[in-house]
């Protein structure tokens, strides 16, 4: 057995949205260089073909997860919107802090992994780049990956 996979078994490739979730991965820990290899981008990661259109996800799940500003988003702007000045200044004091950062970019991480399942992503995208997320999405499914496992 080989990587839980019997021997003489073809090893399948990964489903697209795994595949999703593996670059995603990569970027949040700011490895999302090692997809230049194509050596990991083997034939159970993805098609020859597609090599290309995974480096351009990558890269633009890169600058989205790079550019993230919880601050910008729709779910942030309905939190205060018709509050106080006071109670917006408060939320975003709170939101501004490094832990909260943190946590507000691995959660927005997790909602670009599970873009093909989900809409949260959108609502944690400044409005501006929901053409990007509708581009990524694009890309994804244009992917010779399997959809589902």
Excluded: W
């Amino acid at each position: 057995m080989i990587h839980g996979v019997p021997i003489g078994v073809p090893r399948l490739m990964l489903t697209k949205p795994e595949l999703c979730r593996m670059i995603v991965g990569l970027v949040e820990v700011n490895d999302a260089d090692l997809l230049d290899q194509d050596t990991i981008l083997s034939a159970d990661v993805c098609t020859h073909g597609d090599r290309t259109a995974v480096r351009g996800i990558r890269d633009l799940m890169h600058r989205l997860y790079l550019d993230f500003d919880y601050l910008a988003s729709p779910r942030f702007l309905a939190e205060t919107d018709g509050k106080s000045s006071s109670f917006s200044g408060m939320l975003s004091k709170r939101y501004s802090d490094p832990v909260q950062r943190t946590e507000s970019r691995h959660a927005y991480a997790v909602a670009l992994a599970n873009i093909l399942d989900d809409n949260d992503a959108y609502t944690l995208t400044k409005t501006a780049e929901h053409d990007s997320l509708d581009r990524l999405r694009e890309l994804l499914n244009g992917l010779e990956n399997p959809g589902n496992g």
